[in-house]
């Protein structure tokens, strides 16, 4: 099985900067396009970033404006995101997603999901 398991969440004021990691663990996922995905309360989760599993390629939904940033490290099976300049409108569960599907940079399907870490951003 595929394990995602997200940390960093936390209460942050306004122009601050949160770091969020996912620890991956299974069979291969490191050949997995990564990303992640945000849902506040009441809304649809939407997408967030993605990364091809080399981390040669990046994608971001148009909100994010140049504010945050995905990587990934395979040797360590993990996965990040660098929230700069955070807004209270970024409060959300952040999940962690794996064998994301892509078409152009809009997410197609995702395989695996983990079960999200909180992010506020207070004013």
């Known amino acids: 099985q595929v394990q995602l398991v997200e940390s960093g969440g936390g209460l942050v004021q306004a122009g601050g900067s949160l770091r969020l990691s996912c620890a991956v663990s299974?069979?291969?996922?490191?050949?997995?396009?990564m990303g992640w995905f945000r849902q506040a309360p009441g809304k649809e989760r939407e997408f967030v970033a993605a990364?091809?599993?080399?981390?040669?390629?990046?994608f971001y939904a148009d909100f994010v404006k140049g504010r945050f940033t995905i990587s990934r490290d395979n040797a360590e099976n993990t996965v990040h995101l660098l929230m700069n300049t955070l807004k209270p409108e970024d409060t959300a569960v952040y999940y962690c997603?794996?064998?994301?599907?892509?078409?152009?940079?809009?997410?197609?399907?995702?395989?695996?999901w983990g079960q999200g870490t909180q992010v506020t951003v207070s004013s």
């Open positions: 990364i091809s599993w080399s981390g040669s390629s990046t």
């Open positions: 997603a794996g064998g994301v599907s892509l078409s152009g940079s809009r997410p197609l399907g995702v395989q695996y």
């Open positions: 299974g069979r291969t996922v490191s050949t997995y396009t």
